[in-house]
């Protein structure tokens, strides 16, 4: 099956400064990569996802790259503000499985002031 | 806008007792899941279900039964609860990806289970 290996698992920026959370999947026949946030007390949101067939994507201030070959993607956050503060989740979704996901570890991000 | 419900935020049971936790979404979703949450060890996915009556062992099942009776409805059975099976479980549910490829799983609030 599917692993999903996500680093760092906890990660301290100052606003302003730029975050970058990164995941590595096993499997190369995996098609779909979300990334979801869960706030603090709360349930986990989509923020962004890329497929196979892309290698960047862009929504503001949040970006995601996939590198097939190497078999990472990663999550970018720039300009970091203290809302972008929570836990951050990478997943990948392997072609055999219909619509089930792997997801890594998670990643706590704090943004001080 | 899509929601998910699940039946109980918080919940107190003592070893060797069985428990239900109800999953409920309103947007005619084929497909659900129920994960459990633990620190530092991410989203597991215990079952999962494409389509009523209809269910799959995920990646940590033992312990664990499912009922899908009704397509909205998604129930995650401890026939005999252990106290390893303190932790919070979420639920999610999506569309198929059959007709329009793999989409969002939207979320329930959790139910935070402690098994005295």
């Known amino acids: 099956g599917e692993n999903v290996e996500q680093h760092p698992s906890t990660l301290s920026v100052q606003e302003g400064d730029s975050a970058v959370i990164k995941c590595t999947y096993s499997d190369s026949a995996s098609n779909y990569f979300p990334w979801y946030k869960q706030e603090l007390g709360k349930r986990p949101q989509l923020i962004i996802d890329i497929r196979s067939n892309v290698g960047e994507k862009k929504d503001q201030r949040i970006a995601v790259t996939l590198n097939k070959t190497a078999k990472h993607f990663s999550l970018h956050i720039t300009e970091t503000q203290p809302e972008d503060s929570a836990v951050y989740f990478c997943?990948?979704?392997?072609?055999?499985?219909?619509?089930?996901?792997?997801f890594g570890t998670g990643t706590r991000l704090q943004v001080t002031l | 806008d899509v929601k998910v419900t699940q039946s109980s935020r918080y919940l107190v049971k003592r070893t060797g007792e069985k428990v239900f936790l109800e999953c409920v979404q309103d947007?005619?979703?084929?497909?659900m899941f129920w994960y459990r949450q633990d620190p530092g060890l991410g989203l597991r996915l215990i079952y999962f279900?494409?389509?009523?009556?209809?269910?799959e062992k995920g990646d940590i099942p033992e312990g664990y039964s499912v009922s899908r009776e009704k397509k909205e409805r998604f129930s995650l059975i401890l026939e005999s609860a252990s106290t390893n099976q303190t932790s919070m479980y979420l639920c999610a549910s999506s569309l198929s990806p059959i007709l329009a490829g793999v989409r969002e799983q939207f979320f329930g609030p959790g139910t935070r289970l402690t098994v005295l």
């Open positions: 947007m005619d979703h084929e497909n």
């Open positions: 279900s494409y389509d009523v009556k209809m269910k």
């Open positions: 997943a990948a979704r392997y072609t055999g499985t219909a619509s089930k996901l792997t």
